[in-house]
């Protein structure tokens, strides 16, 4: 059971968590003799407020929130300019397949959800992609500058390539 470590941390019940592909590569390195008591995996994560810092405000408990794979203060030049990734008091999430997860700079970092979601709605798979594959498919075609003059390609047809061109769509791509 992780505990608030810093004010600015809140801690999550797990309600919908993802596997990634990124969460393959260290699952297949893994020496099992050197985890013994196991380690949680994952970066994906949709969750209730179980606890919060004193720090983080505009949340109560119980608010169902969906938290990015990377955690920023939301304050800097870097999260200021969007770029949580860079974020100089931010860092990646981790242990998100566990049944609670410790959630750093929560209040730059939790999106409250709808009060009328309820834990066992059938939207969360959707909601979910929003914690890494959208906002990464999305940043590539903001990256890209597509708009409704745009010819796009996307090579790959995994989570993040489908929403990359669902993305270019939403931003005018005809092709």
């Given at each position: 059971m992780?505990?608030?470590e810093?004010?600015?941390?809140?801690?999550?019940k797990?309600?919908?968590?993802?596997v990634?592909?990124?969460?393959?590569h260290?699952?297949?390195?893994?020496d099992?003799?050197?985890?013994?008591?196991?380690?949680?995996?994952?970066?994906e994560?949709?969750?209730?407020?179980?606890?919060?810092?004193?720090?983080?405000?505009?949340?109560?408990?119980?608010?169902?929130?969906?938290?990015?794979?990377?955690?920023?203060?939301?304050?800097?030049?870097?999260?200021?300019?969007?770029?949580?990734?860079?974020?100089?008091?931010g860092g990646?999430?981790?242990?998100?397949q566990?049944?609670?997860?410790?959630?750093?700079?929560?209040?730059?970092?939790?999106?409250?959800?709808?009060?009328?979601?309820?834990?066992?709605?059938?939207?969360?798979p959707?909601?979910?992609?929003?914690?890494?594959?959208?906002?990464?498919g999305?940043?590539?075609?903001?990256?890209?500058?597509?708009?409704?003059?745009?010819?796009?390609?996307?090579?790959?047809?995994g989570?993040?390539?489908?929403?990359?061109?669902?993305?270019?769509?939403?931003?005018?791509?005809?092709?």
């Amino acid at each position: 059971m992780p505990k608030i470590e810093e004010p600015t941390d809140s801690v999550l019940k797990v309600v919908a968590a993802a596997v990634c592909g990124s969460d393959l590569h260290p699952y297949r390195n893994m020496d099992a003799h050197n985890h013994e008591n196991g380690e949680a995996m994952g970066h994906e994560v949709i969750g209730r407020i179980e606890e919060l810092g004193t720090d983080v405000t505009g949340f109560k408990k119980g608010d169902l929130v969906v938290v990015p794979f990377a955690y920023g203060d939301n304050s800097c030049p870097f999260c200021q300019e969007g770029l949580m990734t860079s974020c100089v008091n931010g860092g990646f999430m981790t242990g998100c397949q566990a049944e609670y997860v410790r959630v750093p700079q929560a209040q730059g970092s939790m999106f409250k959800l709808p009060d009328t979601i309820e834990d066992d709605s059938p939207l969360l798979p959707s909601l979910l992609t929003l914690a890494d594959v959208y906002g990464t498919g999305y940043h590539a075609a903001v990256m890209a500058g597509v708009n409704e003059d745009t010819t796009v390609t996307v090579v790959g047809d995994g989570a993040v390539g489908l929403l990359a061109v669902l993305s270019a769509n939403k931003l005018g791509a005809k092709k």
